[in-house]
Every structure is written in structure tokens, then in C-alpha cells.
């Protein structure tokens, strides 16, 4: 038996968890500020298409407390900036594209003077006809980026010809990211044109960069700082860009510092969101419900601009398939643009609402089968030795589907559940449950193979104390407990020896967006690596010193063991010190084995896979539409984690952020493209009162067939298609009172409007004559109180 790690493997308590909850945690606003600092503030559009006859900024310049003011005419550099096309302008450009498109920044001497200044200048508009929805761009063939198909097999002969074929079109909203802390930048210029920019962002080099071309100036003039945010969820992986260029230019001009921090109102306004989609399908299959061939056409509203959004919808079609083989498959993907925010990274990246197609069809065809919907979907799985090849030509070769969804099926008693819920439906005239098991296999690495890399930095002090820089950023994911818990292993050190510090493009260059749930396996694999450089070292030297094998040489319980002698790590780093040995090093890590044609979207574009499993229950009220989550179990396959503690949280926070996508974060824009649910007073994220009151989670054992560090797998984002379960469960619930074998049209996400329109449709006489809306119902013994919960009464 191997004996068990040091530190990787135990729950240890997030780094900064007692900084967070004592209010001593530092954020980019709450660096001291440097005298004369200036504060920032953005001048929006107000209008979704138009062009601009005439902007008079005259009454800005003039306000109270205003030193400057900023457009696009004030660029010295790229006037044009974008994540991966140059296609946004830092400032609007002749005519705007949607309804809080920046048009100037102002700065004045603080930040309510610079917020009232930017509300008085005065636009003309000449009124252009907008396009607001995917449906509608698509009807127009207005496009971000071309749109992109796979297909494999005669697909319209095997739907023609098979045993059951039905059509139907799903639509599912978008998500703020809603992050706890707001987009902020703190731009300080320093001598000989340098400038340095605290940014609460995911992707620092990017910043780097962005400010680099708008300034004209080389990027080792550009200093970026990243200490920690208050929450990402992919909302800061390109679209920080504006404010830190904002704050920069303005820096740049006044030669002041400065400090824009946005409003809550103006951040929801002016950042894009995770694509809402619309999906048509057609689908063949046989008595049994195995999928012959499918068929879909999958429309992403990007917004105005390319953004991320092709990578975000490679990623949509590369989880079409979920968990299961499909023998012949024809998937169109159309990047539509509209004159709305340029939709962007979130939390799942495309990977949900693909996952979400495919699990909406397979629930249909058990419906209409009047089969249970996890034996179609057990049926439908990927094999291990055959039917496994991916619709993007991967050989999957770490399957654990069967063995995962057969543990968890056990474990929550789904069969005896589902008959309980027969019987309780069967009973309640009002209250109706659901119930869906719902599997996730979910693919871990960058589509774009070039960023799956990572730096890293490690320096060994002669009181034997450990600093360690990496790439990453820490948005309360953990991300530097787990470098550290790593950088401890491979000392044999105790923790509290180790420190992870903030991220800084003077640091480790180039890095990679912390994103695609890849932040501990690159850069804790670089930060390995960088160790393991210095504990060569110091293994040779040790033979030296003492005359031991250096192959045998171990770096345990703060010792360093050379044969049957212990040295102190403190010891010896000094001893080592003292006798010119090098104490740090540099780390660096690229993901082996991948390779992606972007033009075909065959390849391998993942590393591995994460496999996992989540069992819902529901209840809603068929007179008002409310629904409440009752219990959920989860299974998950972690690897072989590296802190179980950070990563529950992570599962059960994915979980929760999922289930507010589908049941009650919805987001609406009028006929004139304005976004109206841009604060929480008009859009639900869900609460701890929406938490299951059975919630319970366990890991699969499984370590990572591939060679990632110490065998774990990514945590960030599986666990949120997961809550697609919770979605099911609606729909589950709301069929109990439909006739069998019925269509349930319900979208996403499940406000109480729409579970309350789908049941008037599918059931709009579901109450008798002898118990009428508003009279007595009688109710089993068990009730359910629906007083609070996701989509209860709280819909736009």
C-alpha cells in the first residue's frame, strides 16, 4: 500500500477563508489609494442600433470635479480591441450596437462626481433597426462567425426510415454572472511610461495586452495585478478589458491614478452574459428508445461581437452527445449576432447548454415510449470497447458512465423513490413531484490548444519558508490552497510553510485565462514542476554533503532523509544557502496529447474526462407555478482530490449557480434592446433558502487515468450541467397530470410563469369540478411548504 500524502488529499481550509469572513481580505478597491487619485466612469448608449449624428461632451467636461474626459478619437493605439477578434471598439465608433455600449469615459475627483458627469452629455441618434434574438439573426443570416457542422452517417435516410421520429425546438435563456464583486480596474502610471493596472480579472496577460495595443506601447511596459476577485464564473476572462483600458487611457492622460469601479447597474449593462440558444431537433429511434440519428440546429445569441463565443459554441457542439453514443448525428451550430451585449465565458462555457439538448431529447423519447428516462438513458450510453468513439472523433478511454449512474442509482433509492411519487401524485390534486437522474460527462482542457499552458514560481527562503507565483487567479475557487497544499507534497512541508501569492504578469508571463476548469491541473503541474527543478538541486547537493544515494533522498514531515540520517528543511536550506546552492526556480507545464482541427472540430481537444451524476426532486404547485427543490444526491468523479473540502464546495456552489440558470435567473430586454433585469431587485439568483433540504454528495473512486496532478480531476465546472436534473424534475412533474405519453413544452429557465403556461397547455383542465382552484384540496400526509425556492413567484 503506498503510503498516504503529507498534505494533497486532506481538507484543508481555503487560504484566505478567515480573511474573508473577518472582512480583512484585500480586493482591488480596497488598495489604499494613492494621493491624487482620480475616479472613473463610463458614458452608455442608449439606444441598441443607431448612428451617431452628434455627441456634444461639452456639459461633461464642464461638470463639477472633472479633470478628463476620453474617447475613441483619444487612443493613441488600436483603436479596435476583442479576445480574439479585433472587433470591439474601446469606444464607440460612428454608431452604437447595443443599449450600454461605452461612448467615453470621464474622470473626476471621485467617483459619485465622475457617475453624475457621465449622465450629461448629450447624443443624437439616427435610429437603425436592431436585432434582439437568436431566432430572429438567424432568419436574417447575421452572423458573428460562420456557422459550423458535424455530421457522421446518411442521417436524413436513418430519420426518414427509423422505427419513431419526432421534431421539436427547445429554448433556454442566458445568466449573469453575477459575481460578488463588480469589474474594477486601478490603473497607476510610474516613470518612463510604465503603468500599472490592479485588475479583478481571470486572464491578467490578456489585460496586459489589451492595454499594450490601446496604448501603443510594448508589453513589458504594462504591468498587471491580480490578487483575488470576488467571484469570476468567466464574466472577467475577456470582458474586464473595457474598464481596465478605461482606467489606463484616462491614467495615461492625466498622468494620475485611476480607479473605475462600476456600478452594478452599468456592469449588468455593459458585459455580456453565458449565450441563451434556441435548438430544433429531429430524432429517430426505436421501441427501446436507442437513438438511430439526430439531428440538431443549435442558434447562440453572441451579441454584437465574436468575443469568445466561438470557442463557446465549439464547445456546445462538442457535449451534444453528453454520455451517450450517437450512431448518426448532424449538428449545425449558427453564431448569430445581435444588437445586444456581446455574450461571453460562463461557468460551463457551451458545455451546458449542449448537455441540455441532448438530455431534453432523450427525456422526450422515454415520454413518449412511456419508458422510465434513466433506462433510455442507460441504454443510450457510451461502451468501453465499442460505441465509444465522440461525435469529434475522440476514442473515449476513461469511461466510467455505467458503474458511476449504477452507484448512484442505488445509493439514493431512485427505484423506490419513483414509486413513492407515483403514489404521492396520485394523491395531491395540487402539489406534484418529479423526479431525474441525470448524468454529466464533461471534457477538461482548452478547445484552443495553444493555452493549455502555465508558469509558475517558486523561491525557498533560508528560514525554510516556501513562496510560490503562479498564472492563476484565485476567485474564491480555492485555486491557491490547492498550489499550496502541492508546493507543501513535493517539500514535505507543513502548510502553513507555504504561501501563495498574488498574481502578476512581472512575475510568470504568458499565462492562460483561469478558466475551462483547468487552473489546478496547469498550474499546479508547472508549480510541481518548478520544485521538483530545486529539489534536484538540493538532492545533489545533499549527496554531496553527505554522502548518501542521491536517487534515495526524500523530502518528508519537514526532513530531509539522507539514508538514516534527518536533516531539518530549515537546516538544510540554510546549510544549502550557505554553499551557493540556487533556492528557486521557474515551472512550466503544457497539457500532453491534445490536438484540435478548428475547422474540422475533430481531434482531441480534451485531456480527460469528468464524470458525474445528479438525482433531483421536486415539488410544484399546479395552481401557482411555484416549484421547490426537495433533495438532490450527487456523485462525482473527482480523481483522487486534492482537497475534498474546497472541493464540495465547489460541487454543491456549481449545483446551485445550475439550478438558478434553468428555474429563476432570467434576463429580458424590451422591444428597443434594453436590458431590464440589470440589478438583484429584478433578477433572482438563487439564495440559501433555495438549497435542497436534503443535499447530499459523495465521490466516485476513481483516480485520473491520464497523469495529472496527483491524479485529481477539475472541480470548477461539471458540477453545474448537473443541475439539468432539477430541470427534468420539473418537467417530470409537471407530466403527472398531462395525459400519457404527452408533449411538455416547457423552457428554460422554469420561472413559475412558465411551469404555470405549460400547464395550462398540456393540462388546462386538471382540476375537477368538485376541486376547483381556491377550494379545499385534500393532501396526503405529506406536504410540501413552497414558501420559498427557485422560480417561486419571482419571474419577470
Not at 460578488?180 to 490603473?187: F, P, T
Not at 433540504?693 to 466516485?700: D, H, L, R, Y
Not at 473512486?701 to 465546472?717: F, R, V
Amino acid at each position: 500500500m503506498n503510503k498516504p500524502y503529507q498534505t494533497v488529499g486532506r481538507p484543508l481550509a481555503h487560504e484566505s477563508a478567515r480573511l474573508h469572513v473577518t472582512g480583512q481580505a484585500q480586493y482591488t478597491d480596497d488598495v489604499p489609494e494613492q494621493q491624487g487619485t482620480l475616479h472613473a466612469a463610463l458614458g452608455l448608449s442608449s439606444r441598441a442600433h443607431a448612428a451617431i449624428v452628434s455627441m456634444d461632451l461639452s456639459r461633461v467636461r464642464a461638470a463639477p470635479g472633472v479633470v478628463e474626459v476620453v474617447c475613441l478619437d483619444d487612443v493613441p493605439g488600436e483603436k479596435y480591441l476583442g479576445a480574439y477578434i479585433h472587433d470591439e471598439p474601446v469606444f464607440a465608433d460612428g454608431h452604437v450596437q447595443y443599449v450600454g455600449q461605452p461612448l467615453f469615459a470621464v474622470a473626476a475627483i471621485s467617483h459619485d462626481a465622475a457617475r453624475r458627469a457621465a449622465q450629461l452629455a448629450q447624443v443624437q441618434y439616427q435610429e437603425l433597426e436592431p436585432v434582439l434574438s437568436a431566432d430572429d439573426g438567424a432568419r436574417r443570416e447575421s452572423y458573428v462567425l460562420p456557422p459550423v457542422r458535424i455530421a457522421r452517417g446518411d442521417v436524413p435516410a436513418k430519420l426518414e426510415h427509423g422505427r419513431h421520429r419526432h421534431q421539436g425546438r427547445l429554448y433556454c435563456g442566458g445568466q449573469e454572472q453575477f459575481y460578488l464583486e463588480g469589474q474594477i480596474a486601478y490603473a497607476q502610471p510610474g516613470e518612463n511610461g510604465e503603468i500599472l493596472v490592479l485588475s479583478s480579472t481571470q486572464h491578467p496577460t490578456e489585460m496586459q495586452s489589451m492595454i499594450a495595443h490601446m496604448l501603443g506601447r510594448p508589453l513589458h511596459a504594462v504591468r498587471v495585478q491580480c490578487r483575488r476577485m470576488g467571484g469570476g464564473f468567466g464574466g472577467k476572462e475577456s470582458q474586464s478589458w473595457p474598464f481596465a483600458t478605461a482606467a489606463a487611457l484616462l491614467a495615461w492622460r492625466t498622468g494620475q491614478p485611476v480607479k473605475l469601479r462600476a456600478d452594478r447597474d452599468d456592469d449588468f449593462m455593459v458585459t455580456g452574459k453565458r449565450h441563451d440558444f434556441s435548438a430544433g431537433y429531429d430524432v429517430a429511434y426505436d421501441d427501446q428508445g436507442m437513438i438511430e440519428a439526430v439531428s440538431f440546429e443549435q442558434r447562440l445569441r453572441c451579441g454584437y461581437s465574436a468575443d469568445l463565443s466561438g470557442a463557446v459554441a465549439d464547445r456546445q457542439v462538442f457535449h451534444t452527445d453528453n454520455a451517450y453514443y450517437l450512431p448518426a448525428f448532424d449538428i449545425l451550430s449558427l453564431r448569430v449576432k445581435t444588437n445586444t451585449q456581446s455574450n461571453t465565458a460562463f461557468r460551463g462555457f457551451g458545455g451546458p447548454q449542449g448537455i441540455l439538448c441532448i438530455e431534453y431529447v432523450l427525456d422526450d423519447i422515454a415520454r413518449r415510449l412511456g419508458l422510465d428516462a434513466l433506462d433510455v438513458r442507460k441504454r443510450n450510453f457510451y461502451g468501453v470497447d465499442e460505441r465509444n468513439v465522440t461525435p469529434y472523433d475522440t476514442v473515449l478511454e476513461d469511461n466510467v458512465l455505467q458503474p458511476l449512474v449504477d452507484q448512484l442509482e442505488a445509493s439514493c433509492e431512485y427505484r423506490r423513490r419513483r414509486d413513492e411519487i407515483r403514489r404521492f401524485n396520485a394523491a395531491s390534486k395540487v402539489l406534484k413531484k418529479g423526479l431525474a437522474l441525470v448524468p454529466v460527462k464533461f471534457g477538461i482542457s482548452f478547445t484552443a490548444t495553444h493555452l493549455n499552458q502555465a508558469g509558475a514560481l517558486v523561491h525557498v527562503y533560508t528560514d525554510g519558508s516556501i513562496l510560490v507565483n503562479h498564472g492563476g487567479t484565485e476567485m474564491g475557487q480555492g485555486l491557491n490552497t490547492k498550489v499550496a497544499q502541492i508546493v507543501a507534497e513535493e517539500f514535505g512541508v507543513d502548510i502553513g510553510q507555504v504561501r501563495a501569492s498574488g498574481t502578476d504578469t512581472a512575475k510568470v508571463a504568458n499565462t492562460s485565462a483561469t478558466a475551462a476548469s483547468t487552473g489546478t491541473d496547469l498550474n499546479g503541474k508547472a508549480a510541481q514542476d518548478a520544485c521538483r527543478k530545486i529539489k534536484s538541486v538540493l538532492a545533489a547537493f545533499a549527496a554531496d554533503q553527505y554522502g548518501c544515494d542521491e536517487q534515495h533522498i526524500r523530502f518528508e514531515d519537514g526532513q530531509v532523509y539522507c539514508g538514516d540520517r534527518a536533516v531539518p528543511f530549515r537546516e538544510f536550506v540554510q546549510k544549502a544557502y550557505m554553499a551557493r546552492v540556487s533556492l528557486w526556480s521557474s515551472g512550466f507545464y503544457k497539457t500532453p496529447k491534445i490536438h484540435y482541427d478548428m475547422k474540422k472540430l475533430t481531434g482531441r481537444p480534451f485531456y480527460y474526462f469528468v464524470y458525474a451524476a445528479a438525482c433531483s426532486e421536486v415539488v410544484i404547485d399546479t395552481l401557482t407555478g411555484e416549484n421547490r427543490l426537495l433533495r438532490t444526491d450527487i456523485l462525482y468523479d473527482a480523481g483522487r482530490p486534492i482537497n475534498p473540502a474546497v472541493d464540495l464546495g465547489q460541487i454543491e456552489g456549481g449545483f446551485i449557480q445550475g439550478a438558478g440558470w434553468l428555474t429563476s435567473e432570467e434576463l429580458w430586454w424590451d422591444e428597443q434592446g434594453a436590458l431590464k433585469t440589470h440589478a438583484p431587485s429584478t433578477y433572482k439568483i438563487p439564495s440559501v433558502s433555495d438549497c435542497p433540504e436534503q443535499f447530499n454528495v459523495a465521490f466516485f473512486d476513481n483516480g485520473n487515468a491520464e497523469n495529472n496532478i496527483y491524479q485529481s480531476k477539475a472541480m470548477g465546472e461539471p458540477p453545474l450541467p448537473l443541475a439539468i436534473s432539477v430541470f427534468l424534475a420539473i418537467r417530470d412533474s409537471i407530466a403527472s397530470v398531462a395525459e400519457p405519453r404527452a408533449d411538455i413544452p416547457l423552457d428554460a429557465p422554469a420561472t413559475a410563469e412558465r411551469i404555470l403556461r405549460t400547464l395550462d397547455r398540456v393540462a388546462p383542465n386538471r382540476f375537477s369540478p368538485t376541486a376547483m382552484p381556491g377550494e379545499a384540496v385534500d393532501l396526503p400526509d405529506e406536504t410540501v411548504e413552497l414558501s420559498a425556492g427557485p422560480g417561486s413567484g419571482t419571474g419577470q
